[in-house]
T-cell receptor
Framework: AQKITQTQPGMFVQEKEAVTLDCTYD???????LFWYKQPSSGEMIFLIY??????QNATEGRYSLNFQKARKSANLVISASQLGDSAMYFC????????????FGKGTMLLVSP | NAGVTQTPKFQVLKTGQSMTLQCAQD?????MSWYRQDPGMGLRLIHY???????DQGEVPNGYNVSRSTTEDFPLRLLSAAPSQTSVYFC??????????????FGQGTRLTVV
């Protein structure tokens, strides 16, 4: 079974609108972390936001927020007020505390922002 | 502050050739990992290390060797390149320890083509 599932291969959004990228995960580890990374066309991996399994509040970083629903095992990324520069591939990833700081990635969602 | 440095950025190999992808980090991180990225597959773990002298296999280790003689360096060796190893390779490092979840810092990636 996949540990990280991103069901949206591609998403389109207009500039200035909000968009939600879906991520569901599967783990039996009570302690884990969920990450979102952005990969623009230039190829580098850019860390966006992190949510710990014990965090009581949803993580926020500027225009990025993470909608964490632990019971549903989902960790959706919300981008508010989309910008053209947000066009990129987005990866959801999980690190389990039982592992050695390695990440399990989803297959990614390509986001295209139109003017 | 260089972070994680990978070399080379691009490489073309002939089938059967060997080469080493270099990875160095200057953040004194214990944990280092190698991933490969293929279209539609996300990033998959090849090998990882939890400290100098300690390495282990990830999801897709066949055809690759690693060693960790120092904290800073974690080279990835392709023993006999095959077209199936055409991919983008990322090195990552992170701090913390088992049970401590922290973000991973990625190198810029190496685009490898095996012909």
């Amino acid at each position: 079974a996949q540990k990280i599932t991103q069901t949206q291969p591609g998403m389109f959004v207009q500039e200035k609108e909000a968009v939600t990228l879906d991520c569901t995960y599967d783990t039996s580890d009570p302690s884990y972390g969920l990450f979102w990374y952005k990969q623009p066309s230039s190829g580098e991996m850019i860390f966006l936001i992190y949510q710990g399994s014990y965090d009581q509040q949803n993580a926020t970083e500027g225009r990025y927020s993470l909608n964490f629903q632990k019971a549903r095992k989902s960790a959706n990324l919300v981008i508010s007020a989309s910008q053209l520069g947000d066009s990129a591939m987005y990866f959801c990833a999980m690190r389990e505390s039982s592992g050695y700081s390695t990440l399990t990635f989803g297959k990614g969602t390509m986001l295209l922002v139109s003017p | 502050n260089a972070g994680v440095t990978q070399t080379p950025k691009f490489q073309v190999l002939k089938t059967g050739q060997s080469m080493t992808l270099q990875c160095a980090q200057d953040m004194n991180h214990e944990y280092m990992s190698w991933y490969r990225q293929d279209p539609g597959m996300g990033l998959r773990l090849i090998h990882y290390s939890v400290g100098a002298g300690i390495t282990d296999q990830g999801e897709v280790p066949n055809g690759y060797n690693v060693s960790r003689s120092t904290t800073e360096d974690f080279p990835l060796r392709l023993l006999s390149a095959a077209p199936s190893q055409t991919s983008v390779y990322f090195c990552a490092s992170s701090g913390g320890g088992q049970g401590v979840v922290t973000e991973a810092f990625f190198g810029q990636g190496t685009r490898l083509t095996v012909v």
